[in-house]
């Protein structure tokens, strides 16, 4: 969601100088006396007062004084919820994606593709493939050459113990010309990277 703000934070009528995050699925309160992480999903009884964005949590008042146009933006997102994957991979069946790769071993992924692939390349506005190893990535950037459209999303596994990740992807294909210019967690395992192809 990737707002931020220097406020006041009040607790229980005690007030905190924080700085605030407003993350996807938390709020982040970080400050001398105050270090908060809040799932977004157990603020209760979400109001605006004034110039302050007021909520329950583990059964305390909360009142952050973000001033009355951002506290109104806070709201509006934190009612909103994230976004689905499918959201932000930009798929969905008037603009489906060619899929490459073991995909239904990962269930959000399967899930995000419900309704919004397709088995014809001409059709597909996008390529999502999921890459484990060099060979998977050759392979999908030989299927990616025959399409018309230049985003390829190429998901794969993350953190220290992924074997084929972020690093050897972007390397490679920077080197044949491919510009990355999107990225989003795809689950707990898998991470996604939107790269072009270079025309």
């Known amino acids: 969601m990737g707002r931020e703000a220097q406020l006041v934070a009040w607790v229980a009528g005690q007030a905190f100088e924080a700085k605030a ?3 996807a699925q938390e709020l982040v309160l970080r400050g001398p006396a105050l ?10 009884e979400l109001a605006l007062q004034g110039e302050a964005l007021c909520f329950c949590w583990a059964q305390q008042p909360w009142r952050l004084e973000l001033g009355a ?9 934190i009612q909103a919820g994230p976004p689905s994957l499918a959201s932000k991979l930009g798929i969905s069946a008037a603009q ?11 269930a959000p992924l399967a899930e995000a593709l419900l309704g919004a692939r397709t088995g014809s390349l001409t059709e597909a506005t996008v390529l999502l493939a999921l890459v484990l190893d060099p060979q998977g990535l050759e392979a999908a950037l030989a299927l ?10 190429l998901v794969y596994q993350k953190g220290p113990l992924s074997v084929f990740g972020d690093g050897p992807i972007r390397s490679q294909l920077r080197a044949r010309g ?3 210019n999107k990225s ?16």
């Open 35 to 44: 270090r908060r992480r809040l799932p977004l999903a157990e603020l209760q």
């Open 69 to 77: 146009a951002e506290a109104a933006k806070w709201l509006k997102k």
């Open 96 to 106: 489906p994606a060619a899929v490459f790769g073991p995909v239904e071993v990962d």
């Open 21 to 23: 995050l407003l993350e």
């Open 184 to 199: 989003c967690a795809v689950s707990a395992l898998l991470t996604a990277t939107r790269y072009l192809k270079p025309g």
């Open 178 to 180: 491919y510009r990355d």
């Open 144 to 153: 990616h050459a025959q399409m018309s459209c230049r985003a390829v999303w």
